[in-house]
Nanobody, 117 residues
Framework: QVQLVESGGGLVQAGGSLRLSCAAS????????MGWFRQAPGKEREFVAR????????YYADSVKGRFTISRDNAKNTVYLQMNSLKPEDTAVYYC??????????WGQGTQVTVSS
């Protein structure tokens, strides 16, 4: 399995933007669908966005549609999440994952995103 490392989180004011990165460590091919999830305190993990292995197809949760953009660069083994117009309810730990054999796995350690009001 791949090992994933998220980065790019931080503190931002409402309405601001952040760009998250998810990089596979070592020499790993990421020819899998990839996704971003988030988990807020006291909440279960929530789906945010996913992207096909080719990068041609994307899907977003209604809560982030129009504000977030997922992309990938397979040559760099990296997936990105551009987050614009951030809201306080976007505050969470963000995780990326690969989908192999129909299951989400190979979770990263997460990166904290905090949006102040």
């Amino acid at each position: 399995q791949v090992q994933l490392v998220e980065s790019g989180g931080g503190l931002v004011q409402a309405g601001g933007s952040l760009r998250l990165s998810c990089a596979a460590s070592g020499r790993t091919l990421l020819n899998y669908p990839m996704g971003w999830f988030r988990q807020a305190p006291g909440k279960e993990r929530e789906f945010v966005a996913r992207i096909s292995w080719t990068g041609f197809s994307t899907y977003y949760a209604d809560s982030v549609k129009g504000r977030f953009t997922i992309s990938r660069d397979n040559a760099k083994n990296t997936v990105y999440l551009q987050m614009n117009s951030l809201k306080p309810e976007d505050t969470a730990v963000y995780y990326c994952a690969a989908n192999a054999a129909g299951q989400w796995g190979s979770w990263g350690q997460g990166t904290q995103v905090t949006v102040s009001s």
